[in-house]
């Protein structure tokens, strides 16, 4: 069991033709990913051969939707083009999008998130990314596939190199799904939507949360976990030492005043039951000791 994917999740790549596609469309079929097709348009009726699997490129969503039966895409298209992207596979009621594409315009992502609202249809993951992993699975994004294997930890992050970390830190328990939802200031797929999805899954036993400095997604998170979750969580927070006032790697990442620190959102976060690390090593030795308990 596993959030949002499965193996039976079919996969369209856009941008498929693109290097990026290309590189990350071979990965993810190496990795066992049932991709049924890619979507540039102008490039419609071809076919590419990737990984030894010849696949189809088609125009527009609707038509891939129409031919393959895909339930999900992933979006490796240039930030001018992403918003066109992703206003597509939203018209054409994809149930999942997980749009890779950093440097996107916030208000291209505020276009595209309000139309997914809408519609009601689509589930966004992203934008800027590494997108999601049930491993032994599908893994749909950029995450390495050999760094962790199934398991019973549920892992949402903002970060994508902290997710990576996490997950190798701790292999040795593996993990039901991984969601790496993005730092850009407006994203689909929040904290709580995942907390919650792991909350319901019966083959999720505990949840790693990591949060970074700015906003208060990690305080709205937890005002949910001590409502809604029963499950153990532990979190980390990055960013104990950013200087005030200067927005730090992610878009949405800048502290104002006392709100939107890393203590701040530490105590929130313990307030509601949260073991929270100081570093990343120590919050998988938390979840490590709740685990062996």
Excluded: W
Excluded at 24 to 45: A, D, F, S
Excluded at 47 to 54: A, D, L, P, R, Y
Excluded at 110 to 125: I, Q
Excluded at 265 to 287: C, D, N, R
């Amino acid at each position: 069991m596993a959030i949002f994917i499965n193996k039976e999740t079919k996969v369209l790549v856009q941008g498929m033709t693109g290097s990026e596609g290309t590189k990350h469309t071979g990965r993810m079929l190496k990795y066992g990913t049932n991709i049924v097709g890619g979507v540039t348009p102008g490039k419609g009726g071809q076919t590419v051969t990737i990984e030894g699997k010849e696949l189809p490129v088609f125009n527009s969503v609707a038509e891939a939707v129409a031919a393959t039966g895909a339930n999900a895409s992933v979006v490796f298209v240039p930030p001018k083009f992403a918003k066109a992207a992703v206003m597509d596979a939203i018209d054409a009621a994809l149930p999942l999008v997980v749009v890779i594409t950093e440097g996107i315009p916030v208000h291209d992502s505020a276009a595209f998130y309000a139309h997914a609202v809408s519609k009601g249809t689509t589930r966004l993951v992203g934008p800027n990314c590494p997108g999601l992993i049930s491993p032994g699975l599908s893994n749909i994004g950029i995450i390495p596939g050999d760094i962790t294997g199934p398991g019973r930890i549920g892992l949402v992050s903002k970060s994508g190199t902290l997710t990576y970390q996490m997950m190798y830190e701790l292999r040795d328990f593996g993990f039901s799904t991984a969601v790496g939802i993005g730092g850009d200031p407006i994203i689909g797929t929040t904290h709580i939507d995942c907390l919650k999805a792991f909350q319901d899954d019966p083959d999720t036993d505990a949840i790693v949360m990591i949060g970074e400095i700015g906003g208060d997604a990690e305080e709205r998170a937890a005002a949910f976990i001590a409502s809604y979750v029963t499950k153990p969580v532990v979190g980390y927070v990055a960013g104990f030492t950013a200087p005030e006032g200067k927005t730090m790697g992610h878009a949405g990442a800048i502290v104002s005043g006392s709100s939107g620190t890393a203590e701040a959102k530490k105590v929130a976060l313990e307030a509601a039951g949260v073991k929270v690390g100081k570093t990343p090593s120590e919050t998988a030795a938390l979840m490590r000791a709740i685990l062996n308990g």
